[in-house]
T-cell receptor, first 111, second 114 residues
Framework: LAKTTQPISMDSYEGQEVNITCSHN???????ITWYQQFPSQGPRFIIQ???TKVTNEVASLFIPADRKSSTLSLPRVSLSDTAVYYC????????????FGTGTRLTIIP | NAGVTQTPKFQVLKTGQSMTLQCAQD?????MYWYRQDPGMGLRLIYY???????DKGEVPNGYNVSRLNKREFSLRLESAAPSQTSVYFC?????????????FGPGTRLTVT
């Protein structure tokens, strides 16, 4: 599985847009990029997944450049409830039995 | 749907004791997983089961055994608990060969071994 690198922590104010970037230089052709969110004392929750260009859902957007060596999770107009750890994962869509979670990015929203 | 449920929520064991963590899912998923999360760390895969009747080791299987009892249930057993196994344990499930890389997680079991 491709190794990922993301910032350990980030702070942002309420109402701002937050962008968390993940580097995955050795991503394979059949790998997808997936982001999970984890609140304290809870299991991780799937946020978004993409393969290339841009994906948007009701929670976030995922931007993936043409070379796919990095990706950016964008959270629009964050609120205090977005305070969580965000994990970037890279791996094949099928045979998804070996998710590898790094330490993630601890996002703190400041009122 | 309850999703993924885990029992117990909390457990304290003495070194050398044994116990089984239970996990069940009601989403008819083929694949199930056990992870552990140590304080301030990401999750590490202990064992997984791609389908009923099959189990495979993950990144940190030593000291654990698993049983895929049926399609719904996947249990994790600690035969002789050690302080190094103090952690939060998460069970997850997913649809095999899904177009998305999505796993559904339970609420976790917080285990302390003294």
């Amino acid at each position: 599985l491709a190794k990922t690198t993301q910032p350990i922590s980030m702070d942002s104010y309420e109402g701002q847009e937050v962008n968390i970037t993940c580097s995955h230089n050795n991503i394979a052709t059949n790998d997808y990029i997936t982001w999970y969110q984890q609140f304290p004392s809870q299991g991780p929750r799937f946020i978004i997944q993409g393969y290339k260009t841009k994906v948007t859902n009701e929670v976030a957007s995922l931007f993936i450049p043409a070379d796919r060596k990095s990706s950016t999770l964008s959270l629009p107009r964050v609120s205090l409830s977005d305070t969580a750890v965000y994990y970037c994962l890279v791996g094949p869509s099928f045979g998804n039995e070996k998710l590898t979670f790094g330490t993630g990015t601890r996002l703190t929203i400041i009122p | 749907n309850a999703g993924v449920t885990q029992t117990p929520k909390f457990q304290v064991l003495k070194t050398g004791q044994s116990m089984t963590l239970q996990c069940a899912q009601d989403m008819n998923h083929n694949s199930m997983y056990w992870y552990r999360q140590d304080p301030g760390m990401g999750l590490r895969l202990i064992y997984y089961s791609a389908s009923e009747g099959t189990t495979d080791k993950g990144e940190v299987p030593n000291g654990y055994n698993v049983s895929r009892l049926n399609k719904r249930e996947f249990s994790l057993r600690l035969e002789s608990a050690a302080p190094s196994q103090t952690s939060v344990y998460f069970c997850a499930s997913s649809v095999t060969e899904s177009p998305t890389y999505e796993q559904y997680f339970g609420p976790g079991t917080r285990l302390t071994v003294t």
